[in-house]
Nanobody, 128 residues
């Protein structure tokens, strides 16, 4: 079992920056893939970024060049550095982890379905 706790959300003006953190506990070495998702009111949850244990990253087109995902396996912590924030980035941001070490095709890594463990979320609000 893996527990995930997000932090670092808040309110920012457009163009600002935020860094989200996700502290993982439990059998974290069993999760080859971890990711960040977001969900705005009235919208479906969407994948923002994913990272494999070897550091391979995948990003949604909407955040490429602005968001950077990273993980510190020694600290069992996942990060999402966000710069050049836009009002459309406003959402609840969730940390997620896949159970197991099986390979997942890149096109699946930003879909919620492969992910077993989810945090409670941290709110990010960007004002114009």
């Amino acid at each position: 079992q893996v527990q995930l706790v997000e932090s670092g959300g808040g309110s920012e003006q457009a163009g600002g920056s935020l860094r989200l953190s996700c502290a993982a506990s439990g059998y974290t070495s069993s999760s080859r893939y971890m990711g960040w998702f977001r969900q705005a009111p009235g919208k479906e949850r969407e994948g923002v970024a994913s990272i494999a244990a070897d550091g391979t990253t995948t990003y949604a087109d909407s955040v490429k060049g602005r968001f950077t995902i990273s993980r510190d396996n020694a600290k069992a912590t996942l990060y999402l550095q966000m710069i050049s924030l836009k009002p459309e980035d406003t959402a609840m941001y969730y940390c997620a982890a896949v159970r197991g070490t099986n390979y997942i095709q890149p096109y699946l890594r930003l879909l919620p379905s492969p992910y077993t463990y989810w945090g409670q979320g941290t709110q990010v609000t960007v004002s114009s």
